[in-house]
């Protein structure tokens, strides 16, 4: 099975700045089947982006999703107070769908 | 409004059994597939299973193959995961979620604690 390693484990930003999370797959994933979802404390994930790059319906184009291959990004431009959270990034490309362990973005 | 409510979370001991439920309101139930995703305390997310809108296909990850059996009644428009043989590394919360590849909407979550 694909495995999916985030980096950092844990982003300390501040309102404003550009955060910018690291999705590495350890073998190619294909047709570049990329999830990233949001999930806050005691709730269910979000999802955020599909296909690497395709935001899912009512989010803002803050949160854009890119890469290819084995290395894929989730940016976020500017961090508003509600952005605050764990993110988690998936592939579908390869059965066993698989998650990686999770970005946490906290406030600096 | 796309909405999931999982149902059916308890504690139960090992090699016990349990079944969760799933309501779901908002779409238009049997035109789409649904699956059940975990997340062990402290852990990341697990894709467990996957049923397809008519409900003749399944999938299951290789941990909960033989152990799990994923099902839905389309005239109640509810999804089901009938667990069996439980394990403590089967603690977590489950989620519904609407999707087979890409899970659009999820529910709430369910927690089900195997501990003696």
């Known amino acids: 099975e694909i495995e999916l390693t985030q980096s950092p484990g844990t982003l300390s930003l501040s309102p404003g700045e550009r955060a910018t999370l690291s999705c590495r797959a350890s073998?190619?994933?294909?047709?570049?089947?990329v999830a990233w979802y949001q999930q806050k404390p005691g709730q269910a994930p979000r999802l955020l982006i599909y296909d690497a790059s395709t935001r899912a319906t009512g989010i803002s184009d803050r949160f854009s999703g890119g890469g290819s291959g084995t290395d894929f990004t989730l940016t976020i431009s500017r961090l508003e107070p509600e952005d605050f959270a764990l993110y988690h990034c998936?592939?579908?490309?390869?059965?066993?769908?698989?998650f990686g362990q999770g970005t946490k973005v906290e406030i600096k | 409004e796309v909405h999931l409510l999982e149902s059916g979370g308890s504690l139960v001991q090992p090699g016990g059994s349990l079944r969760l439920s799933c309501a779901a309101s908002?779409?238009?139930?049997?035109?789409?597939?649904l699956s059940w995703v975990r997340q062990a305390p402290g852990k990341g997310l697990e894709w467990l299973s996957y049923?397809?809108?008519?409900?003749?296909?399944?999938y299951y990850a290789d941990s909960v193959t033989g152990r799990f059996t994923i099902s839905r009644d389309n005239s109640n428009n509810t999804l089901f995961l009938q667990m069996n043989s439980l394990r403590g590394d089967d603690t977590g919360v489950y989620y519904c979620a609407r999707g087979d590849v890409v899970f659009h909407y999820w529910g709430q979550g369910a927690l089900v604690t195997v501990s003696s």
């Open positions: 049923i397809s809108g008519r409900g003749s296909s399944t």
């Open positions: 998936q592939q579908y490309g390869t059965s066993p769908w698989t």
């Open positions: 073998q190619t994933i294909s047709r570049n089947y």
């Open positions: 908002g779409f238009t139930f049997n035109n789409y597939p």
